[in-house]
């Protein structure tokens, strides 16, 4: 019985044609790898379902690169041993080894990803003095970006090296360096820089994640730094995408360089008849009952005296820019209140002198306006 099994299925293989034969050993071969992936990864979430969230992450993001391991791994003896003719055999080696070279640069890229994530689990963005986790942050993810791009250039480059007719073109355009080489160097201009300034963005960090900055006259905060632009997110809502460059070349108000902390100013112009230690006063007692401010600044000063009114600075201070902005609209709001409360005449007035003898009357213009006549 078995040796009548054994002929029959010989007899089958040998009335396959070699093509049809060859499909069905390589479909077989990703049939399996794909089984055992599904065991192995099955297997692997069990094991860490009740363990850290670093294990379960691990598992999670390395679910497809072990996928393309394990099918590539069980397709190098699929190959071997199907029908295949030499060329066709040399194309699916190449092929694996394709894979292979992906597979690596996929492995460097999610261990780098996932040391990135474990290494900035310490830091909290959302505590109240960020300075250090924005520090880091902003370091960790730039560095992360430019090792990213670098490991997809080396495995691009490593892929196209396995062509000879790419791998000699590149030879010798290395060794030419005459005028292909500086117009390859005028194309990568903008990506090497860049590049450069987003190491040097990382080492200097004028700019980090979450630091409210002043730039182009709109006031934003830093949402996002990439391996090529800057996206900050506009008190508005809007975004404003700036390159990297621009933060190394161009001027910029940074709000939270060193600290969160500000300092508001409020101006406000008073006729001189305004007792200013009444507005310090008050000034004072807003500032001590708003929720707002920090207990570290508050300051009322005479700045200038122009023609008709007296410059007033007020100076309130905020844990960070957000609050200083709303402190300095409390500080005005109620600060006019109890101006027009209890010093009406101090506003801002216009004065006129008549001369002996002089009235004012009034007169009916032609667009219905009243207008006063000197006489």
Not at 56 to 78: C, D, G, H, N, Q
Not at 132 to 148: D, F, G, N, P, Y
Request: glycine share 4%; proline share 3%.
């Amino acid at each position: 019985m078995e040796q009548r099994l054994e002929n029959t299925i010989e007899l089958v293989i040998r009335w396959l044609p070699d093509w049809l034969l060859s499909m069905m050993t390589l479909i077989a071969a990703v049939l399996i790898g794909w089984l055992i992936h599904r065991l192995v990864f099955r297997l692997l979430t069990r094991i860490v379902a009740n363990r850290d969230l670093f294990w379960r992450s691990l598992v999670s993001r390395t679910e497809r690169p072990l996928r393309l391991a394990i099918v590539t791994w069980v397709m190098a003896p699929a190959v071997s041993i199907a029908p295949l003719s030499d060329s066709e055999t040399g194309i699916l080696r190449h092929v694996l080894l394709l894979c292979f070279i992906v597979l690596v640069g996929w492995m460097a890229r999610t261990t780098l990803h996932i040391w990135t994530t474990v290494y900035l689990r310490r830091f909290k963005l959302d505590a109240e003095d960020n300075l250090l986790a924005r520090k880091h942050v902003t370091q960790s993810r730039i560095m992360e970006r430019v090792a990213a791009t670098l490991i997809i250039a080396f495995t691009l480059s490593a892929a196209l090296m396995t062509f000879p007719a790419v791998r000699q073109y590149g030879v010798s355009l290395m060794a030419s360096a005459g005028v292909a080489g500086i117009v390859l160097g005028l194309a990568l201009q903008p990506v090497l820089k860049n590049l450069f300034a987003g190491i040097q963005l990382a080492i200097t960090q004028p700019i980090r994640i979450d630091d409210a900055l002043l730039v182009e006259g709109e006031w934003g905060k830093v949402e996002e730094i990439t391996s090529t632009y800057v996206v900050v997110k506009l008190w508005d809502w809007r975004r404003l995408i700036l390159p990297l460059g621009y933060f190394i070349e161009k001027p910029f108000q940074n709000w939270t360089r060193e600290g969160a902390s500000l300092i508001g100013t409020v101006m406000i112009y008073l006729d001189y008849t305004v007792p200013v230690a009444d507005v310090r006063r008050k000034v004072e007692e807003i500032a001590a009952a708003s929720a707002l401010w920090d207990r570290q600044v508050v300051n009322v000063a005479v700045t200038d005296f122009r023609e008709a009114v007296m410059e007033v600075r007020i100076l309130v201070s905020a844990s960070d820019a957000g609050k200083a902005f709303d402190l300095r609209c409390e500080v005005r709001e109620k600060l006019i209140a109890f101006i027009q409360q209890d010093y009406p005449a101090s506003l801002p007035k216009v004065r006129a002198e008549l001369a002996e003898g002089q009235e004012l009357r009034t007169q009916p213009a032609s667009d219905g306006a009243t207008r006063v006549m000197q006489s």
